[in-house]
C-alpha cells in the first residue's frame, strides 16, 4: 500500500468554500499529462481534474465519468476517452466538449469505441495520434477534429497488431512507432507500418513507450510478460534491461540526461542509470497507471493513491492530491472522542477536526476496500473487502486482525454489532458470528447459498438479525442458528432503526426501498428517481438515509428529502445532534454545509 500522507492546514486555509469538504483525496488516476514541470491534467475514474496554483479542481462539464485517458495539446485544448465510448475534445480548458468523431471508423467500418492510447507530437500539438483495440492507429492534423485511418501495412500482419497499446511520435530519424496488444513493435516508415527492431520479441504485449527528452534515439519499451527494454538507436535494435520476477512493467518514464525509471507489478519502481537496472524501491504493493518525468524527478498516477511526486531517484517524495476528490467512500463511522472515520478503496481516513483535514489511518491494514466501519464496546471494526475484519487499537496506532476463523469468507459486503456486542458478517461464504472471544463462527444454518450477503442488527433485540442477499430476506431470532424467510427481494443493503415493539427493517434494491414495521413483512415504501440507482442505506435516528447514483435521500415519517443531488452517495453517517455526513462515489466525504 502506498504511504498516505497528513492534509495540512495550508491545504485547508485553500478549500473552506469548494463546495466539497477538504478530502480525503486521491483516487484512481489513470492518466496524467504534465506541462512545464507541473501536473495538468488527470483522468481518473471518477471524472477529469484540472490542476492550477498547487490544486486540483474538477472538470464539472465531466461530472463523475469514468476516464482512461487525456491528452494536452497545449493552450486550453485536450483530449479525453472512456474506457469504452467516444472521444471528447475541449478547446475552452474543459468548459465545453464536443465529440471527436469525423473519421474514426476502422477499416470495415465500424465506429472506434475503444482507444487504447494516445500521444501529440511535440513539435506539432495538433498533429495527434490514437492506438484502438482492434482498428490501428488514427492520425489527426486538425488538433483531432478530423481523423485518418493509417492501416497500410498492417494487413498482412497478425491480428494482434490491430491493436495500438502504446505510441511515440517521430523525432528526427525516429520514426513514429507503435506498441501493440501480441505483435511487438511497429514502425511507419515511407507511409506503411513494418515491424520494427531486433531484440524484443514480435509477440511482445507492449505497455508503454517512451523517449528521452531531447535524444530521440534513446527509446524504452514497457511489456506486460517480458520486462523492460531498451533502445539506444531509435528502436532499431532492442535490449532486455531487466525481466523482473513477473515481467509486467505498466509504467516507465526517461528523464532529461537518460535515467529511466519504471515500475515492475509486485515488485516497485526500479531505476536504471547508463542501462543497469537497480533494486527496487518501493511501492512493490501499488498500482502504476502512469509515470511523467519531469525537472527534477517524476510524477506518478496511482491506482487508489492520487498523484505522486517522485525524487531524482525514483523514491517517492510527497503526494500532490490536494482537491483530488476522486476517492470512493464505502463507510464512514465516528468514535467517543469525536474522531471522523472514511473508509474507502483502500483503506481508511480519519479526521480530527470534522473533516476539515483528513490524514491516513491504514496502519496494519493489507490495502483493501473497506466496505463497513463498525463500533463494538467501544472500539472501532473494520470489514474489509477480501481481508476479513480488523479492529483499531488506538495505543498503538494500528489495525488487528481479527479474522481468525473466517477462512475464505473474508469478503465482508455487510457487518453489525447487536445489543450484546456480538457481531456479525455478512460474506461471499455465508453469514458468520464473533462473540469477541475465539475464532468467527458461521451462524448460517438453514440460509441458502449466495455469492453475497449482508446483514443488519437490531438495536433493541439481542440476536435478532436479518440478512439479505439475492435469494430474499431472512431474519435469525436465535443468533443464526435458524433463519426464515422475512420477504422475497434482489439485496443491495439492509438497515434496522428502533421502533415501538422492536426495530423498523429497511430493505433496498437496485431501484427502490422496502420498510416493515415490527412484525411485519416489508411493503415498498421509495422508488429511485429514473435513471437512480441505490448504492447502500445508513440508519438515521429517525428513519433511514438512501444513497444513490444521484444523491442522497432521507426516508422516514414524512415525505422524502433529498441531498446533495446527481453526487454518487454510497453512505450517509447521521448523529444525534442532527449533523449529517455523506460518503461519495468519486468526491470524498460532504459535511454539513457542503450540500
Given at each position: ?64 465519468r ?15 476517452w ?14 465545453t ?67 495500438v ?42 505497455t ?30 532492442w ?17 532529461p ?16 542509470r547508463?542501462?543497469?537496472?537497480g ?126 476463523g ?6 465482508v ?26 475464532p ?9 447459498a ?34 426464515s ?28 426501498v ?5 412484525g ?11 435513471g ?13 438515509w438512501?444513497?444513490?447514483t ?46
Amino acid at each position: 500500500m502506498v504511504m498516505r500522507l497528513v492534509l495540512g492546514a495550508i491545504l485547508a486555509f485553500l478549500l473552506p468554500f469548494a463546495g466539497f469538504a477538504a478530502g480525503p483525496f486521491g483516487g484512481t488516476v489513470r492518466d496524467l499529462a504534465v506541462r512545464d514541470g507541473e501536473p495538468l491534467w488527470a483522468a481518473t475514474d471518477r471524472g477529469l481534474f484540472r490542476f492550477d496554483e498547487g490544486v486540483w479542481s474538477r472538470v464539472e462539464s465531466l461530472g463523475f465519468r469514468d476516464l482512461a485517458g487525456v491528452l494536452d495539446l497545449g493552450g486550453d485544448a485536450a483530449l479525453v476517452w472512456p474506457p469504452v465510448g467516444p472521444l471528447l475534445r475541449t478547446r475552452d480548458a474543459g468548459g465545453t466538449w464536443t465529440e471527436s468523431a469525423e473519421g474514426l471508423r476502422g477499416p470495415t467500418g465500424r465506429v472506434v469505441d475503444e482507444i487504447r492510447c494516445g500521444t501529440a507530437d511535440p513539435a506539432d500539438p495538433s498533429r495527434v495520434y490514437l492506438g484502438t483495440a482492434g482498428q490501428g492507429v488514427f492520425e489527426s492534423s486538425d488538433g483531432g477534429r478530423t481523423w485518418t485511418g493509417l492501416w497500410e501495412g498492417v494487413e498482412e500482419e497478425p491480428v494482434a497488431a490491430w491493436t495500438v497499446t502504446a505510441l511515440l511520435p517521430g523525432a528526427g530519424e525516429r520514426p513514429l512507432m507503435a506498441g501493440t496488444d501480441g505483435a511487438g513493435v511497429y514502425a511507419r516508415r515511407y507511409g506503411r507500418w513494418e515491424p520494427w527492431g531486433s531484440g524484443i520479441p514480435r509477440t511482445a504485449r507492449v505497455t508503454v513507450l517512451a523517449a528521452e527528452p531531447g535524444r530521440p534515439e534513446h527509446v524504452v519499451a514497457g511489456t506486460r510478460g517480458e520486462g523492460l527494454w531498451e533502445s539506444t538507436d531509435g528502436g532499431r535494435t532492442w535490449t532486455r534491461v531487466r525481466q523482473g520476477a513477473y515481467g509486467i512493467v505498466p509504467a516507465a518514464a526517461v528523464a532529461p540526461g537518460g535515467d529511466v525509471l519504471a515500475h515492475f507489478r509486485g515488485e516497485g519502481l526500479v531505476l536504471v542509470r547508463a542501462g543497469r537496472a537497480g533494486r527496487p524501491v518501493g511501492w512493490a504493493e501499488a498500482g502504476v497507471n502512469r509515470l511523467v518525468a519531469a525537472a527534477g524527478g517524476w510524477f506518478a498516477g496511482l491506482d487508489h493513491d492520487g498523484v505522486w511526486r517522485l525524487g531524482p531517484g525514483g523514491k517517492p517524495d510527497r503526494p500532490r492530491n490536494g482537491g483530488l476528490a476522486a476517492t470512493r467512500i464505502l463507510s464512514l463511522a465516528k468514535t467517543p472522542g469525536g474522531a471522523l472515520w472514511a473508509g474507502d478503496t483502500n483503506g481508511v481516513f480519519r479526521s480530527a477536526d470534522a473533516g476539515r483535514t483528513w490524514e491516513a489511518a491504514d496502519r496494519g491494514l493489507p490495502g483493501a476496500g473497506v466496505s463497513h466501519l463498525v463500533l463494538r464496546a467501544g472500539r472501532l471494526h473494520a470489514g474489509t473487502l477480501g481481508q476479513g475484519v480488523f479492529v483499531w487499537d488506538s495505543d498503538a496506532g494500528r489495525w488487528e486482525d481479527r479474522s481468525a476463523g473466517m477462512g475464505t469468507a473474508n469478503t465482508v459486503f455487510g457487518l453489525c454489532a447487536g445489543t450484546d456486542g456480538t457481531l456479525f458478517a455478512g460474506t461471499e461464504g455465508g453469514v458468520l458470528r464473533f462473540s469477541g472471544e475465539g475464532p468467527w463462527v458461521h451462524a448460517d444454518g438453514g440460509l441458502p447459498a449466495s455469492t453475497r450477503w449482508v446483514v443488519a442488527c437490531s438495536p433493541s433485540e439481542p440476536g435478532v438479525v436479518w440478512a439479505g442477499g439475492r435469494p430474499g430476506v431472512f431474519v435469525t431470532r436465535d443468533a443464526g442458528t435458524t433463519w426464515s424467510r422475512v420477504a422475497e427481494a434482489d439485496v443491495v443493503d439492509l438497515a434496522a432503526e428502533p421502533a415501538r415493539g422492536g426495530a423498523r427493517l429497511w430493505v433496498a434494491e437496485a431501484g427502490r426501498v422496502l420498510a416493515g414495521e415490527p412484525g411485519e413483512d416489508p411493503r415498498p415504501a421509495w422508488t429511485a428517481p429514473d435513471g437512480a440507482r441505490v448504492l447502500g442505506l445508513s440508519p438515521a435516528p429517525d428513519g433511514v438515509w438512501v444513497g444513490t447514483t444521484r444523491g442522497a435521500w432521507h426516508l422516514g415519517w414524512g415525505s422524502p428529502e433529498p441531498a446533495a443531488p446527481e453526487t454518487p452517495v454510497t453512505r450517509a453517517l447521521a448523529e444525534a445532534s442532527g449533523g449529517i455526513w455523506l460518503g461519495t462515489d468519486g468526491g470524498g466525504v460532504l459535511g454539513p454545509g457542503d450540500f
